[in-house]
């Protein structure tokens, strides 16, 4: 019984700590990467797809990304995604590729990338608490139904406890390096 709990305990805290470093693969840091482009969705016949499966998307320069669509005619709805997706970013098209130049960032854009790269982290933060919370109402629920004893109710509360400072820990961890990153010049 409390080794379910364990696993799951500890399955959900580890997808939050990955959900998180997707998200933050997303936030745009001045350097260009394909990964910023991830969310972006291209009209394809009527259906909502993500670009990665229309386009290839390549880093042609350290500022510089570049987007080669499969089918010439998807050119025009793929520009207009990268415009439409609130990166701030600008594409242009020479007829055959779009390339998308990165600018580069200004200290008041990086305090707000901050801002948010912070408040994204207490988000993932409470839902690790949340997990705690569920986790330990299945432990006084299975020693109300006595399946447990008091001592391993007490026991597995302060492992449940340890494993959620250490993965706070490890979002704590995750935020400082994409703070880093964004306010690396």
Request: hydrophobic residues 35%; glycine residues 4%.
């Amino acid at each position: 019984m409390l080794t379910e709990i364990f696993d799951q305990f500890e399955s959900e805290c580890k997808k939050a700590v990955e959900n998180l470093r997707k998200e933050y693969s997303r936030v745009r840091t001045g350097r260009a990467s394909p990964s910023l482009l991830d969310g972006v969705k291209v009209n394809y016949y009527g259906m909502p797809t993500p670009l990665t499966q229309v386009a290839n998307v390549t880093v042609a320069e350290a500022r510089l990304l570049t987007v080669a669509p499969w089918e010439k005619n998807l050119l025009t709805d793929v520009e207009r995604a990268i415009q439409a997706s609130g990166l701030g970013l600008t594409p242009s098209n020479d007829g055959k590729i779009i390339r998308i130049p990165i600018p580069p960032l200004t200290g008041e854009r990086r305090k707000d990338l901050v801002k948010q790269v912070k408040k994204l982290g207490e988000e993932y933060k409470v839902t690790i608490r949340n997990h705690r919370r569920d986790s330990n109402d299945l432990i006084k629920s299975a020693k109300d139904d006595k399946e447990i004893s008091e001592d391993e109710q007490h026991r597995a509360l302060k492992k449940v406890q340890d494993e959620t400072d250490k993965y706070i820990k490890a979002l704590d961890l995750v935020i400082e390096e994409k703070e880093k990153e964004i306010m690396e010049f």
